[in-house]
């Protein structure tokens, strides 16, 4: 049987080699402004979001974390985490595509795009302990992820755009359709289905439930040793024959993307839509204020 090895891939590989030079020059932690990095004596980074009130992605917080990732691919893996109790992420900032500039929707939408690039195409194992809700946005990043583990039983996960008048790109639905089949994603997302820990263990969602977030790192990390063992030549190629169609892809029509997502969000009937929504979330929070 002929292995064939695409030109992306070996570019990858190249890469590779080069940062395995300056692996473990240092084990330090790395205080950005809403990311925690810290190298494990392990030899990974792990990686913990730290912008209260719920890890929502704004376009200074993803670019903190695109660096983070890029900076931890000098090591030999990563674990993506939070550091809140309850919220693992909650998807993309509403308040960065409602009224805003389109300069500013572009800058917005560029930076999502190159932090999945950097996650989805990372050159190390990559493995998420999901410690609390992950819709939308952070349903992605953990779908970007190699593996993972998710605590139970109270917290959801899913893509639910659709509930909020916003439609997925076909590269978080390329991402969905690559972890759970085409039919469930199908219905996912026409429903915006936010699925409970047991639930996506059941369509493999998750690779693995957790009772507490201490159990979730420790599965996660054994995991994550598990795929640092392998050699890393053959991983990352064969993790690449899976997902450089999409990443090929979106590297090739970024600006077009760009100007799909640019011109769906300028739609009155959508900013009308996210208006509602974020009327709906005031509201809640003086409720429970009072």
Not at 30 to 55: C, E
Not at 98 to 109: G, I, Q, V
Not at 182 to 209: C, N, V
Request: proline letters at 3%; hydrophobic letters at 40%.
């Amino acid at each position: 049987m002929a292995l064939t090895i695409s030109r992306t891939a070996l570019q990858c590989l190249n890469l590779g080699r080069q940062s395995a030079q300056c692996r473990f020059l240092s084990l330090s932690a790395t205080r950005h402004q809403n990311v925690d990095s810290t190298v494990d004596p392990k030899g990974y980074t792990l990686i913990s979001m730290n912008k209260g009130p719920a890890n929502s992605l704004s376009q200074p917080f993803l670019a903190e974390l695109k660096e983070a990732i890029e900076e931890a691919e000098k090591t030999k893996g990563i674990l993506l985490t939070s550091s809140l109790p309850t919220i693992f992420s909650a998807g993309l900032e509403i308040t960065e595509m409602y009224n805003a500039k389109e300069e500013s929707l572009r800058e917005f939408w560029s930076t999502l795009q190159d932090t999945y690039l950097a996650l989805y195409g990372c050159k190390v194992p990559t493995v998420a302990a999901i410690n609390g809700h992950s819709p939308a946005g952070g349903c992605l990043l953990a779908m970007l992820c190699d593996y993972r583990v998710m605590v139970g039983p109270k917290f959801t996960i899913g893509l639910n755009e659709t509930k909020l008048g916003i439609i997925a790109p076909w590269w978080f639905k390329n991402a969905m359709s690559q972890t759970i089949g085409i039919r469930q994603t199908e219905m996912a997302l026409m429903l915006g289905t936010l699925f409970s820990t047991d639930q996506a263990l059941s369509i493999g969602l998750i690779d693995k439930s957790a009772a507490n977030k201490e159990e979730a790192m420790e599965e996660a990390e054994k995991m994550l040793i598990q795929l640092m063992n392998i050699p890393s030549q053959a991983r990352h190629l064969t993790k690449m024959m899976m997902r450089e169609e999409s990443i090929n892809r979106l590297r090739a029509t970024k600006e077009d993307d760009i100007d799909v997502f640019t011109g769906f969000l300028t739609r009155p009937e959508v900013q009308a839509g996210m208006g509602m929504y974020l009327e709906a979330l005031k509201n809640r929070k003086k409720k429970k204020a009072n």
